[in-house]
């Protein structure tokens, strides 16, 4: 066998070429399943559906917790003085800046409806805790106030807002 | 400086094979004739302990796969099957529990070894590099195996550190997504953990291959830090090293026999035998131990990016050791100022991980932060500085001159 070097372009130069091309091009197309089979399935995708809950038996000042596309979901029956404690605060002074009119539906002041999911790492912060009145979460100390608002401590944003409506007066469609 | 192959086969059989694939005589070069530092002390037989515990970690891991149930509702409950009624199914998953323990103390140990003596500087730089990749397999390996028993510490482990990638401005939230395979950590998530806790110990081994590979090639540091340079320096590997390390992995196996059968739960937390539960995050989570001095930094830094940043950054400068550290002398026994600040950071990483398991409040953040400071200024102040200013001791001629004085 003899080697021939030239540095004339060749026959053999082009099917290099081409074969390599070809085959970076599949193998980028063979990493398109590997990768998307990760992301969540059809099934997971479909159990997210918006659920309905009645906010009738909720007490004043009482949180409950409920699940929807596996997130757990805050909804605070808030008292007239946690409402005051959400309004009056100086909007420019959050770390996340905020009006409590812009967390809550016109007209339900009342009504918080938040993702209990620290905005840090993702635990679930405790209710009625820390120096807020709101949350504070067990992890790594972020404290939230009656409005879910991020106060102190490392998390970056304040508790997110799922989408949801009021189907009637006591009643939220989530989703 | 492998070994010069005195190899020969015995038998008719050995010879007809060693002519067809010349194992024979690779196992001899490398593990019988290997010429060794005759100075090693038992710092160093923590490379042969290492070996052992993977190989202890893939047995029990094999024959616990065996009884596992990667499925929510199952697996947890499979856990206790295996503790309660599956044959000596106790002693294996103390054993696989408590091994993981094990290997990261050795691991820690070898490490410090390295930076003490100076393992790290040329021509060593691609041996210790393919240590921190170990390393950083061991640790994804150790996290979701911790993972896997699915009580509540393992389901708020895996929230909290996959939830380090949401720090990623833009694509963090997609990425976390992708790796929960759904919105938040679930069955798909404890599936695909599975998988790769099955196989990255495989992959560790590959690269424990090439860590012994690069090894033969440069041959081994020893305490001196200075290069064998007769064969008066060096020892053969069998009997001599063979014996110490099978002498010291004995010493070490009491340790590990002390736990399991003695304190098998020591090191783990009452709340993972509480199923795992997605409404609620115990009060006061912590990792493992072997992550608790990174898991400080993390949360020694109030921004949530620059907290993530630290912690990667504190683990990948290990990487970069070999250029940081500016010093034409390896062995810290001849650098004064170097030893001073090494046991200072010894007790700065110890510390790091007491401060890691105490709550973020108070003096322990403020601690956590000189401590952390102190963890980089490390690498990136003093390692390099040193090098320039220290003044190092004179340097024995030979490795047989120290241990035997002038008169060798």
Known sequence: MTTVSSAEHTRRDFLYIATGAVGAVGAAATLVPLIAQMNPDASTIAAGAPIEVDLAPIADGQIIKVFWRSKPIFIFHRTKKEIEEAQKVNVADLPDPEPDSARVKQGHDQWLVIIGICTHLGCIPLAHQGEYDGWFCPCHGSQYDTSGRIRRGPAPKNLPLPPYKFVSDTKIQIG | ?408
């Not at chain 2, 002390?41 to 290492?50: E, P, R, S, V």
């Not at chain 2, 911790?146 to 909290?160: E, I, K, P």
Request: with cysteine; proline share 6%.
């Open chain 2, 1 to 408: 400086m492998s070994g010069h192959s005195t190899y020969q086969p015995q038998g008719k059989f050995l010879q007809w094979l060693e002519t067809r694939l010349p194992i024979g005589g690779l196992i001899h070069s490398s593990f019988v004739a290997y010429p060794t530092p005759r100075n090693l002390n038992y710092w160093w037989t923590f490379g042969g302990i290492l070996s052992f515990m993977l190989g202890v970690q893939i047995v029990t891991g094999i024959v616990l796969a065996m009884h596992y149930t990667p499925h929510v509702d199952f697996a947890f409950r499979s856990i206790e099957i295996v503790m309660r009624d599956v044959n000596f199914g106790w002693l294996l998953r103390y054993l696989h529990a408590n091994g993981a323990a094990m290997f990261f103390l050795a691991v820690y140990i070898h490490m410090f070894r390295g930076i003490y003596y100076g393992s790290y500087k040329e021509p060593r730089e691609v041996l210790w590099i393919l240590g921190v990749i170990i390393y950083l397999l061991m640790m994804a390996t150790g996290f979701m195996g911790y993972v896997l028993v699915w009580g509540q510490m393992s389901f708020w482990a895996a929230t909290v550190i996959t939830n380090l990638f949401s720090a990623i401005p833009g694509v963090g939230d997609a990425i976390v997504t992708w790796l929960w395979g759904g919105y938040a950590v679930g069955n798909p998530t404890l599936n695909r953990f599975y998988s790769l806790h099955y196989l990255l110990p495989f992959a560790i081994a590959g690269v424990v291959v090439l860590h012994i590979w690069a090894l033969h090639v440069v041959g081994q540091n020893n305490p001196t830090g200075i290069e064998p340079k007769s064969e008066k320096d060096t020892v053969a590997f069998t009997p001599y090293a063979t014996i110490k390390d099978g002498f010291f992995m004995v010493v070490f196996c009491i340790l590990f026999a002390w736990f399991v059968f003695y304190i098998p739960n020591f090191l783990s937390h009452a709340d993972n035998y509480i199923p795992a539960n997605p409404a609620v995050t115990p009060t006061h989570i912590v990792p493992e131990w072997y992550y608790l001095p990174f898991y400080a930094i993390l949360r020694a830094i109030p921004d949530k990016l620059m907290g993530v940043i630290a912690l990667g950054a504190s683990i990948v400068i290990l990487a970069f050791l070999p250029w940081l550290d500016t010093s034409k002398v390896r062995s810290a026994r001849y650098r004064p100022l170097f030893r001073q600040f090494f046991w200072l950071f010894v007790i700065v990483c110890i510390g790091l991980g007491w401060l890691g398991s105490k709550p973020p409040e108070g003096i322990y953040v403020i601690l956590a932060r000189i401590f952390t400071v102190y963890y980089f200024a490390f690498f990136l102040v003093i390692l390099p500085l040193l090098g320039i200013f220290e003044k190092t001791k004179p340097l024995p001629n030979s490795i047989s001159e120290s241990v035997l004085g002038a008169k060798a």
